[in-house]
């Protein structure tokens, strides 16, 4: 099993940053992806950035690609969200996910996730 721990929201006004950051435990490897989702109010949550086991890929939505910037640091088993150039419309509960399959593909769709943190509140007022 993969604990995950979400910090880092907050409340920023539009054109400023927030890092986010997502500590896993209970394994002892880090084979597994990584994501970020969110969910607005009203919302379904969706997909924003994926990461591959080693840091090595990671890929976006349309909507945050060029702003936002995921990584992963193995050694202290902790994924980021650099966020930068926030908009209103990021606005949401943003969480933290593994997916823990042995399959090769990089996979965005929330149940391809087995494992979620409990989310953390970004409010970008403009």
């Known amino acids: 099993q993969v604990q995950l721990v979400e910090t880092g929201g907050g409340l920023v006004q539009a054109g400023g940053s927030l890092r986010l950051s997502c500590v896993a435990s209970?394994?002892?490897?880090?084979?597994?992806?990584m994501a970020w989702f969110r969910q607005a109010p009203g919302k379904e949550r969706e997909f924003v950035a994926v990461?591959?086991?080693?840091?090595?890929?990671?890929f976006y939505s349309d909507s945050v690609k060029g702003r936002f910037t995921m990584s992963r640091d193995n050694a202290k088993n902790t994924a980021y969200l650099q966020m930068n150039s926030l908009k209103p419309e990021d606005t949401a509960v943003y969480y933290c996910?593994?997916?823990?399959?042995?399959?090769?593909?990089?996979?965005?769709?929330?149940?391809?996730?087995?494992?979620w943190g409990q989310g953390t509140q970004v409010t970008v007022s403009s």
């Open positions: 996910a593994a997916d823990t399959s042995r399959t090769l593909m990089v996979r965005t769709g929330s149940a391809d996730f087995d494992y």
């Open positions: 990461i591959t086991w080693n840091g090595g890929k990671s």
């Open positions: 209970g394994r002892t490897d880090s084979n597994y992806r």
